[in-house]
């Protein structure tokens, strides 16, 4: 029983990538390029059985000074829910990401590669009147100049618990954020 325990392991670890793995591919992704100005975004939520849960849509806006900058979410769920997620974000030469947002525990960290982003964090998700702290992984990648396509899945206690889908279109990469950061803070007041 223990040989085909390692067996398992083994072939699970040997199928693993990592975002080293997407070094030449283009597109090339650089966050700050991507996530400027309005972008737009549709998705799904999967549960740990892989059914469809609830669909989304999304209105993002970066704003950056050099490597340093921010992104407003905004989040509109087919049963109705409203959420908002402000990211303040940073990347260095090498390419490696950080991030932290007010839902987030700790910081988020990553790396770019080519035309991809791999990063984790720890989202904490409302549930009645407790919140579930869940680990992302979270893998993006640049199809083309203005496409992008996000994958990440959820886990808790190591174990895969749900998977989010989306497709992220750029929008208008001169757009201001005002806006979309005045209805942000209107949802936070009230």
């Not at 303040?88 to 960290?109: I, M, P």
């Not at 590669?113 to 984790?120: F, K, V």
């Not at 757009?175 to 979309?180: T, Y």
Request: a negative charge; proline letters at 3%.
């Amino acid at each position: 029983m223990r040989s085909i325990a390692l067996f398992a392991s083994l072939l699970l670890w040997g199928c693993s990538h990592q975002v080293q793995d997407y070094q030449q591919q283009t597109p090339v992704f650089h966050l700050p390029d991507y996530f400027s100005g309005s972008l737009q975004a549709y998705g799904v939520v999967k549960n740990w059985q892989g059914k469809q849960s609830v669909r989304f849509e999304a209105q993002l806006c970066g704003q950056w000074q050099g490597n340093e900058g921010t992104l407003f979410e905004l989040f509109h769920f087919s049963d109705g829910r409203v959420e908002q997620r402000i990211w303040q974000l940073a990347v260095d030469k090498e390419g490696k990401v950080t991030g932290s947002a007010a839902d987030v525990t700790g910081q988020a960290t990553g790396q770019q590669a080519g035309n991809t982003l791999y990063w984790e964090y720890v989202l904490q998700i409302p549930d009645e009147d407790d919140v579930i702290e869940v680990k992302v992984e979270d893998w993006l990648y640049l199809v083309t100049p203005q496409q992008l396509m996000n994958q990440s899945t959820l886990y808790k206690f190591g174990l895969p618990v749900g998977e989010i889908i989306l497709s992220i279109q750029q929008q208008d990469t001169k757009a201001s954020c005002a806006a979309l950061e005045q209805q942000l803070k209107e949802l936070r007041a009230g």
